[in-house]
């Protein structure tokens, strides 16, 4: 699984040895926060797949890595089996119009976004489980009480 490290300006994919060799990619993929225009959980990344893989990996239903290119589009794709997922739409971005990877910690990282980070980056999972969770005043459930007949 990749771990997501997230700080006020960009999203960075820490990727294992051995996903860096399936992928073909050298460094660990890095995105600048504000390319970030959707981020989308999925049970089923291979529905999103597209294009071929140039250069990549891909075993049908096991794994899928690496740069895929599609008519017009450029995508990195991690996925692992059918777990969740998620997908990152990218706009501007110079590299790529969108990640998708499979991780469990999808809504960390929609949460993590959400909320303003620290300059150094951080494990979203941390990020998501240190800032202060918000009260709302009237969390009291509402009494309902049957209709007279």
Do not use: C
């Not at 600048?32 to 075993?59: C, F, M, S, Y």
């Amino acid at each position: 699984m990749v771990t997501l490290l997230l700080d006020q300006t960009q999203l960075e994919i820490v990727l294992s040895p051995i996903e860096r060799a399936a992928s073909f990619h050298r460094d660990n993929v890095r995105l600048v926060r504000e390319t970030i225009t959707k981020v989308q959980l999925v049970d089923d990344a291979w529905a999103w797949l597209r294009g071929v893989p140039n250069p990549g990996t891909h075993i049908p239903g096991v794994l899928a890595a690496g740069t895929w290119k599609a008519a017009g589009s450029v995508d990195f794709v991690l996925i692992r089996r059918r777990r969740p997922s998620v997908v990152i739409d990218l706009s501007g971005d110079e590299q790529y119009r969108r990640l998708i990877l499979t991780t469990k910690h999808g809504l960390a990282l929609t949460q993590a976004l959400r909320l303003d980070v620290s300059d150094e980056p951080a494990d979203v999972e941390e990020i998501v489980a240190t800032s202060p969770t918000p009260v709302s005043k009237g969390s009291r459930r509402p009494v309902i009480r049957p209709r007279p007949a």
